[in-house]
């Protein structure tokens, strides 16, 4: 578990920002973190996924609504969807 500095522990996520297999799905939590932390863990996991599977990133930082899908398309990976649910974004990633 760690700290994710706003009140919360959460058990998703350890340091080296490894995903967690949660119902199903490759989960990164990246609730708490700010630019450009975000996209620098989403690549960094990305690259150690197979081509075809599926992440879903959680984050609450504003501007993962612009960072995440910019670098989506400029790296060549999939963003299948991108919503706000309970105060914080969730997108699935599916690694090109």
């Known amino acids: 578990m760690y700290f994710n ?14 995903p967690r297999h949660i119902f199903g799905m490759e989960v990164l939590d990246a609730r708490g973190l700010m630019c450009p932390l975000p996209v620098l863990r ?20 504003p501007v993962a609504v612009i960072d995440i899908p910019h670098f989506c398309a400029e790296s060549g990976h999939a963003l299948l969807s991108q919503r706000e649910e309970n ?10």
């Open 87 to 96: 105060g914080f974004q969730i997108y699935i990633i599916e690694r090109k």
């Open 5 to 18: 500095g706003k009140d919360q522990w959460c058990g998703v996520m350890d340091i080296w920002a490894k």
């Open 42 to 61: 989403l690549a960094k996991v990305l690259r150690g996924l197979d081509v075809g599977t599926q992440l879903t990133i959680w984050a609450d930082d």
